[in-house]
T-cell receptor
Framework: NAGVTQTPKFQVLKTGQSMTLQCAQDMNHNSMYWYRQDPGMGLRLIYYSASEGTTDKGEVPNGYNVSRLNKREFSLRLESAAPSQTSVYFC????????????FGPGTRLLVL | RKEVEQDPGPFNVPEGATVAFNCTYSNSASQSFFWYRQDCRKEPKLLMSVYSSGNEDGRFTAQLNRASQYISLLIRDSKLSDSATYLCVADNSNSGYALNFGKGTSLLVTP
């Protein structure tokens, strides 16, 4: 089992470009999450999906959109990238509800010039 | 105010030493607590859950003090491979579906 996979691993964008970060899990978990991690800021929740068909905003949702395509896949889209979105993005999954252990993907390193 | 606060360190300790980290959480309604480990440029990975009665996993011991709202992690007989950042985590019962991560405490174990 691959667990949680993310693509791409690295990406360089110019300001204003768009891109979609992909996340897939084979753990049969209901909940999926997108975080960003910046130096000195820790992990911050962007969006989450408690179950297939539902999404909710986290702490820092501005500039992002998400899609819970099915139970396995949860994508994060940057419509018009900005340098402030330079970060490491982690996808995570959890069995159900917010009080359970979360399992993280390997991350996507994004640089916006 | 950050929901979960930790001393960022770094903690530099020699091999074989015992080291302890504490963190505090602000949401008294939090029910679930964890310690995660994150190696440089890698994803966070669960180290251990923290139970009210305290729990131990090998060289690692976690304690929860609900009255004072703090969580601790004790590492005995430190190994070089313990060098990492340790993230303290509490559930965010306000949102219902999220965990609050501390910014992490950096540990460097030296020969």
């Amino acid at each position: 089992n691959a667990g949680v996979t993310q693509t791409p691993k690295f990406q360089v964008l110019k300001t204003g470009q768009s891109m979609t970060l992909q996340c897939a899990q084979d753990m049969n978990h209901n909940s999926m999450y997108w975080y960003r991690q910046d130096p000195g800021m820790g992990l911050r929740l962007i969006y989450y999906s408690a179950s297939e068909g539902t999404t909710d905003k986290g702490e820092v949702p501005n500039g992002y959109n998400v899609s819970r395509l099915n139970k396995r896949e949860f994508s994060l889209r940057l419509e018009s990238a900005a340098p402030s979105q330079t970060s490491v993005y982690f996808c995570a999954t959890g069995l159900a509800g917010g009080q359970e252990t979360q399992y993280f993907g390997p991350g996507t390193r994004l640089l916006v010039l | 105010r950050k929901e979960v606060e930790q001393d960022p360190g770094p903690f530099n300790v020699p091999e074989g030493a015992t080291v302890a980290f504490n963190c505090t959480y602000s949401n008294s309604a939090s029910q679930s607590f964890f310690w995660y480990r994150q190696d440089c440029r890698k994803e966070p990975k669960l180290l251990m859950s923290v139970y009210s009665s305290g729990n131990e996993d090998g060289r690692f011991t976690a304690q929860l003090n609900r009255a004072s709202q703090y969580i601790s992690l004790l590492i005995r007989d430190s190994k070089l491979s313990d060098s990492a950042t340790y993230l303290c985590v509490a559930d965010n019962s306000n949102s219902g579906y999220a965990l609050n991560f501390g910014k992490g405490t950096s540990l460097l174990v030296t020969p």
